[in-house]
């Protein structure tokens, strides 16, 4: 929501200001004289000071929204309390009128240098001087109306940035922690492009042999997009589709299309990669929806095999089924899965960096360095910065 959009919706509860005319004159008749010209003026509040030096406290008290100022007085010459007037931080922004007994652009000069914003002979024609003091109130009335909506904008931002703090670290308990040990390890990371993002993953045993794994990818960023992905997350994680086999990744996709139907969540959607691994046999089933290709490199081997079947995104049509497919692990073996956020960079040269791009450089690897750790300070030092312009989420799976 923009500023003016917010100051729009506010302006009717904000802080109501009368006119208040604040004269500082050592003259009693003139002073008496502005009073009889406002006598009519019901909405106008009209206050006098003949003691310049009380000047600046009268105008705290009351808060006029325009001050009528003689600049020849006792004691402290009127320019010297302009300046006064505006290094006083309660009365900086008060519209000052300057009253003089005669026309004289040298002394406009300086007062309006000084930040006076009028100047007046006196005693000025009545029609005039009113006009003057309604246009310079609106005015400031308009600003004080103003900083009060801003006010209350940055105190409501302030609060939602509390919010979405905590929604964040909500998100990212959430995340599965890294496995270190046993026949399958694994390593992620996860760089939302704004505070809420639309990527998630995870992965868990179904049982003593069958080790789940998947990342899915919202098509938006925000706090709609975290929604949904966190409630697919919750879905997959608890195995609460009914009907589902969750060690066929077919059926586990057909039965989130069914359960996400973009029309039933604002119109998001969602790719996504779903495999199983099963200990044992050392077989690999997986599915995708929409989704990049994972990415498996089988022992010794220097090529990936990429891993992915036909389908559209998660969300995009009923009654859709997702088919699996099934490959062997042979020996100690490295399985990556990402959301595209991961290789679509912006390069140097304006160009995106290309999934094959991507592939061939994670082929090489870096001893004593991570494989994501890698990638990650690759897109880095490709775009130059260390925010992205979409979610980076990334997982490495190794099996022993």
Known sequence: MNAELTLS??????????????????QAMVCEAVRRMLEGENDIEFHSIQDPTKAIETAEAINPTVILQDLVMP???????V?????????????????????????????????????????????????RIRYHSTGYINLLQRNEAFARLQAS?????????QAEKYVRKLLPHEVKSGPVQTEWEFVPSAQLGGDAFGYFWLDD????????????????????????????????????????????????????????????????????????S????????????????????SEFQELHTPGLMIGGMAGMEFQARETEVQGPSKLFFF?????????????????????????????????????????VSLQGRDTFDDDFSMVMVRFE
């Open 9 to 26: 919706m506010e302006s009717s509860e904000l802080t109501e200001h009368s006119i208040t005319v604040l004269i500082i004159d050592d």
């Open 75 to 81: 004691d402290i010459d009127g320019l010297t309390l």
């Open 83 to 131: 300046k006064f007037f505006r290094a006083n931080a309660k009365t900086k922004d008060i519209p000052l009128i300057v009253l003089s007994s005669k026309e004289e652009a040298t002394t406009k000069a300086e007062a309006f240098a000084l930040g006076a914003n009028d100047y007046l002979v006196k005693l000025p024609d009545q029609i005039e001087l009113i006009a």
């Open 157 to 165: 931002q302030q609060a939602l940035a509390a919010e979405l703090a």
């Open 209 to 280: 042999d069958n080790f789940v794994m998947y990342l899915l990818d919202v098509c938006d960023h925000g706090v709609g997009s975290a929604l949904l992905s966190v409630s697919a997350m919750n879905t997959v994680n608890s195995q609460t589709l009914p009907n589902v086999d969750f060690k066929n990744p077919g059926e586990v996709l057909t039965g989130l299309n069914e359960a996400f139907q973009m029309e039933m969540h604002n119109n998001l959607y969602f790719t996504m990669w779903y495999g199983v691994y099963n200990t044992k």
């Open 282 to 301: 050392r077989r690999l089933t997986y599915a995708s929806g929409g989704h990049p290709p994972a990415l498996l490199k089988t022992g010794g081997s």
């Open 339 to 379: 959301s595209d956020g991961v290789y679509e960079i912006t390069k140097p040269d304006g160009k995106v960096l290309l999934y094959q791009e991507f592939a061939e450089y994670l082929t090489h690897s870096e001893p004593g360095v991570s494989d994501i750790t890698r990638v990650r300070d690759y897109a």
